[in-house]
């Protein structure tokens, strides 16, 4: 447990109204505006709409878990703050996804890469989905509040090894990188961003925005999870949701459960792109032209593990500082699919669990470990013909699915993507890389592991595949036939539900989509206020 | 099944090994009770299957029953699953890789081996 003083105690103990933690929540309640999620989206929300005076209730499925609960412990925190123990998967279990189930969402545990959205993306969006006020110059002051707000800057500390090999070996190569701004303050370079900041360095929702929210009276119900939305008139009436609270004892565990309906004049979705489409499919909302739930975008992440001659620890220090998007430039926007490059933390679970093979062969890369290079690519999925995404269902149980075919198309980025970080290992100084897919083998020089990629069947499952950024499935449009809510964040048919998170993007963001969600939804709630007719804020 | 995966991290000493097997066992009920449902539902009919002696021959072509399997017969059976052409063996294989790498490293005892230092004190 964590000694270090955590806002959260003073904040309870201050009268924070905070339900289902301790206290159940009662049957029935009643918001100006009801915020679904407390991640990147309904954090921002809240704290803007909480500030211009409306009776917020947050609806969070996840636990609260602050610092003080944060023990830098793999066994710990993907079972308590992660969807699905952080092994939620695609209905084919070709793609883990990972994504934040606890107050503050995925922004309590991710890696704190911070990129505006880029301004091939945006020109994409304008040109396809209508979108003509998606500029850079009109969301720039935006992106600045939620920069100022998040203490987003350049992060001044060297590289730890895993980063500063990446920017050598690209380097040796004459590709460019350059190093990632993150949401801290104060950091201590420990490396444990993805099980919760136990110090408070982390600019999260938990420690910002919800906290802001909070102490401006709006209520949060945590382990609450949307059930549906009852909608009559054409107009969304109430939330209804499902309190579920585990308390294991040494003997047994008991469960405690109980409905909440909420009644309120607005809706705001910010559960995540699979749990946002899920919610309005749970509830039938109206969807003339099937677009809802389609067009989800994963960045599908391939990997490529290296052994350096000396450690590397890549457990140590800030986990994402340096990234190259050489091969996201290398081609048009709609043209073959390209890939931005960044490294992840390597700690034993995440490691054991995503190495391939077993036995003696699995062991010799175990006994390795202290010195593992890992290179990841991210896939920018969305912006071509054969690059449509997945769709999101949900099962008879109610809980959602995620179909997304790893065509041909994907699996040729997957497959450069493989080759580019196999020689930037080698040109880093590897003395063995191995791409991780379940056919490849550790391979001593780059010859060897060209010949042997331009050769590996690049089929699912065969090919490790992950992913950390799920987006789309509510996107934005100009008309109803090509986006399920209007560019102002809105539901198509449904005036009184607005979507606020990742599931807005018509495509992926082709960068950590963060702030891309910070800025957004920063623009969409100052207009959402307007509309409801709050006090005009703005998020710094 | 575990001695399969792990042969080569485990302890090699008899009654070393019977105690990691043990500590692994524990941490798997826990990593499986945290699982959702559906997710519980389906890890639930694949080990029904493979408790079978014909789901263990269809799914890991394993003719003796686990208790007399041998390392050498678990291995082969889970390399049958790993490069099979059918996807249901496929994600039965990978389902038993990630649980059992994820729970066994998991614990203190398996860091030193892998030259990690565990979280830095605060």
């Not at chain 1, 599931?503 to 409801?532: D, E, H, M």
Request: hydrophobic share 40%; net charge neutral; aromatic share 6%.
């Amino acid at each position: 447990m964590s000694k270090l003083p955590d806002p959260w105690l003073v904040g309870l103990a201050k009268g924070w109204q905070v339900l289902g933690h301790s206290i159940p929540p009662p049957a029935t309640l009643k918001a100006d505006v009801v915020v679904i999620g407390t991640g990147a989206g309904g954090g921002v929300t809240a704290e803007l709409l909480a500030r211009a005076g409306l009776r917020v209730i947050m609806l969070e499925e996840g636990p609260l878990k602050t610092s003080k609960d944060f023990n830098q412990l793999e066994s710990e925190a993907y079972p308590a703050l992660y969807q699905e123990s952080a092994a939620r998967k695609t209905d084919d279990k070709a793609i883990n996804i990972l994504q934040g189930r606890c107050v503050g969402g995925s922004t309590t545990v991710n890696w704190t890469s911070s990129f505006r959205t880029p301004s091939a993306t945006l020109t994409f969006w304008r040109n396809r989905f209508g979108l003509a006020g998606m500029t850079e110059e009109a969301m720039a002051p935006y992106f600045q509040e939620a920069e100022r707000r998040l203490n987003i800057g350049a992060w001044l500390t060297s590289p730890n090894e895993n980063n500063e090999l990446l920017r050598k070996g690209a380097s040796r190569l004459g590709i460019s990188s350059d190093s990632i701004p993150r949401n801290v303050k104060g950091c201590w370079n420990l490396g444990s961003c993805g099980m919760g900041c136990p110090t408070n360095a982390k600019q999260s929702m938990l420690l910002t925005t919800v906290p802001t929210a909070l102490d401006r009276g709006a209520v949060l119900l945590v382990n609450t999870r949307a059930l549906r939305l009852n909608l009559a008139q054409g107009r969304i009436q109430s939330v209804m949701a499902e309190y579920l609270s585990q308390k294991v004892h040494l003997t047994h565990t008991e469960k405690t459960s109980g409905a909440v309906e909420i009644k309120c004049e607005h809706v705001v979705v910010a559960g995540g792109a699979i749990n946002s489409p899920a919610l309005l499919l749970r509830s039938s909302m109206p969807d003339p032209y099937q677009v809802l739930g389609r067009r989800t975008f994963l960045h599908p992440v391939v990997m490529s593990a290296a052994v350096m001659e000396h450690e590397v620890a890549g457990w140590q220090g800030a986990p994402q500082t340096i990234y190259s998007d050489h091969f996201l430039e290398t081609q048009p926007i709609d043209g073959q699919m390209g890939y931005k490059l960044e490294v992840p933390p390597i700690h034993p679970v995440i490691f054991a669990s995503s190495i391939p093979g077993y036995g003696e062969p699995q062991a010799a890369l175990l006994k390795s470990f202290a010195n593992q290079h890992i290179l990841l690519a991210l896939l920018r999925d969305g912006f071509h013909d054969e690059s449509v995404g997945g769709r999101v269902g949900v099962r008879a149980d109610g809980s959602p699915t995620l179909h997304y075919p790893l065509n041909d198309f994907v699996m040729d980025g997957a497959r450069r993507a493989l080759l580019s970080m196999a020689e930037i290992q080698f040109a880093a100084g590897a003395k063995q890389v191995l791409p991780v897919h379940e056919m490849a083998k550790p391979y001593t020089n780059w010859g060897e592991a060209k010949d042997a990629i331009f050769r590996l069947p690049m089929l699912p499952l065969q090919t490790r595949v992950v992913s950390a950024h799920v987006m789309g499935g509510c996107g934005m449009a100009d008309s109803p036939q090509l986006g399920v809510t209007r560019p102002d964040g809105a539901h198509w048919q449904i005036p009184n539900l607005s979507v606020h998170d990742g599931s807005l993007f018509p495509t992926s963001i082709g960068a950590n989509p963060q702030l891309s969600i910070y800025g957004l939804v920063n623009r969409l709630t100052q207009n959402l206020i307007r509309r409801l007719g709050g006090r005009p804020e703005a998020l710094a | 099944m575990a001695k399969g995966l792990l042969s080569g991290s485990l302890p090699e000493e008899a009654v070393a090994q019977e105690a990691a097997l043990s500590g692994l066992l524990l941490r798997l009920s826990d990593a499986v009770s945290a699982l959702p449902t559906h997710a519980q539902q389906e890890l639930c009919q694949l080990l029904a299957l493979l408790g079978t002696s014909p789901g263990r021959w269809c799914l890991a072509g394993v003719s003796n029953p686990w208790e007399l399997a041998t390392v050498a017969d678990v291995q082969a059976g889970l390399h049958a699953m790993r490069f099979s052409h059918i996807t249901l063996r496929q994600q039965a294989y990978q389902a038993l890789h990630d649980l059992t790498g994820a729970a066994y490293f998991s614990s203190r005892d398996t860091w030193t081996a892998l030259g990690y230092p565990g979280p830095r004190g605060l």
